[in-house]
């Protein structure tokens, strides 16, 4: 352990741990934490669809899933000539397989007809040779017009066939898994805030008990009236919270609501895509938010978020002081978002998707002002450059970057680092090459 002890737990609103607006207010840039600028790929692997959110399909223990000598991935995706603004009103879940982890193929929509007028992310689960796709289904079924309801879905009966190549198959069954209590996780009707938040279910089997949980993004509910924030009803409207809930049996289908993992009132709206690594007998919880998503007074980035634990439940610290673990450069804010980090030998991995490059504008809704051909020429909608992250105790930092799309097999030797390079005399070029004339 270093720098600091996790017995300092912080004080939470409705969670035993919060992220504190002290906390936050340490958030800046630096080597250890900044991202390095991501370049378009020399090959877009699937140029037909938009590519954002992803997650993997993974065992119950949390390692990713191998079928057959194939990765399985699901992203949400829109057709590539869509206005990159507009992708997530249509979002489909798609399927993408990987025989090395390097070069991926598309597998094609995975439901003909899931719930909700559009799908967003969530996470996969296999599990004895049935997979189960976990998603947030957004819109109301039927409704002639846009709406953005948000219900924590389930579905079960997947199976996957390498027998002629690869193949993900129903048929699916879709189940409703939770609703909001409306006193540990805020109802819509409820919500004063700028976003309403109930998505993003995530499963996790913690290897240290066997509990099995599913994690999802929140927000806490905060009455009128409340000494929440000093009282400031300004700040009491980002009340973002990581909630659980519980499988007494161990059934990917059956969840109790718990008490959230930890929350962010006065300080952050949004908690997207929660998620945990187990490592060296701790508990690493990540999020991704938005800079505009900070409660007034405080200054974020679009980046990724961490806390770390010695039990699942809490209580749970922020990473390097203030919670920053990975973002995008300054003059680039917006290049990447959407990360998920999970484990691969001593270090973890971070992937997210390409978004916005060639643009430094001081928020997202400045691209909308830009030419439609320059809004699409900006996107990247692809996969970025995996991230290597090295983890100790409550600290992390940025080691290097793999490829596009690049998540290697377990046990796979990662190459040097850059700087284990640049020691060496050598280096990268902008393809990624190793450059440079001194032998290793």
């Known amino acids: 352990m270093t720098d600091r002890s996790l017995d300092e737990g912080t004080p939470g609103y409705g969670a035993r741990a919060g992220w504190t607006r002290e906390q936050a207010s340490r958030i800046e840039r630096s080597d250890d934490t900044v991202a390095p600028i991501i370049y378009p790929p020399e090959d877009d692997q699937v140029p037909e669809v938009h590519i954002w959110d992803t997650w993997f399909l993974r065992t119950r223990d949390g390692t990713l899933a191998e079928v057959d000598g194939h ?249 390097n002081d203030s919670g920053l673990v990975v973002t995008n450069p300054e003059n680039a804010p917006f290049q990447s978002y959407s990360w998920m980090a999970f484990p691969h030998d001593d270090e973890v991995l971070v992937q997210s998707f390409f978004n916005y490059f060639d643009f430094d504008g001081g928020t997202l809704d400045e691209i909308a002002h830009l030419p439609e051909s320059e809004q699409m020429r900006r996107f990247g909608g692809t996969l970025a450059p995996t991230i290597r992250v090295a983890v100790d105790g409550t600290r992390t930092r940025i080691r290097g970057t793999l490829g596009h799309w690049e998540i290697p097999k377990d046990g796979e030797a990662l190459p040097p680092t850059d700087s284990e390079l640049i020691r060496r005399g050598r280096g990268r070029d902008r393809g990624g090459y190793v450059t440079g004339t001194r032998e290793d």
């Open 71 to 319: 990765r399985v991935c699901f992203s949400l995706t829109a057709p590539s000539d869509l206005l990159p603004g507009k992708r997530h009103d249509v979002a489909t879940i798609r399927c993408f397989y990987s025989p090395d982890g390097r070069t991926w193929h598309d597998a094609g929509p995975v439901f003909e007809a899931p719930l909700g007028q559009r799908q967003w992310a969530g996470s996969a689960l296999y599990d004895g040779g049935d997979v189960y796709v976990y998603y947030t289904a957004a819109g109301e079924d039927g409704a002639d017009d846009l709406t953005y309801t948000q219900r924590i879905v389930g579905a079960s009966g997947g199976t996957i066939d390498t027998g002629d190549g690869f193949s993900l198959e129903g048929p699916w069954t879709h189940h409703e898994l939770l609703c909001p209590d409306g006193e540990r996780y805020e109802r819509e009707d409820q919500s004063r805030g700028m976003i309403y938040t109930f998505r993003d279910p995530w499963f996790f089997e913690d290897p240290a008990t066997g509990e099995t949980c599913l994690l999802f993004e929140a927000n806490t509910p905060v009455p009128e009236g409340s000494d929440a924030c000093g009282g400031d009803p300004a700040q009491q409207e980002f009340n973002g919270s990581i909630g659980v809930a519980r499988s007494p049996s161990g059934d990917p289908l059956e969840w109790e609501l718990a008490d959230p993992l930890l929350d962010a009132v006065c300080v952050n709206q949004e908690l997207e895509r929660p998620h945990v690594v187990y490592r060296d007998g701790l508990y690493y919880l990540f999020v991704s938010s938005h800079l505009h998503t900070f409660a007034p007074g405080l200054e974020g980035f679009d980046a990724l978020y961490g806390f770390v634990a010695e039990e699942l439940h809490g209580d749970y610290v922020p990473l």
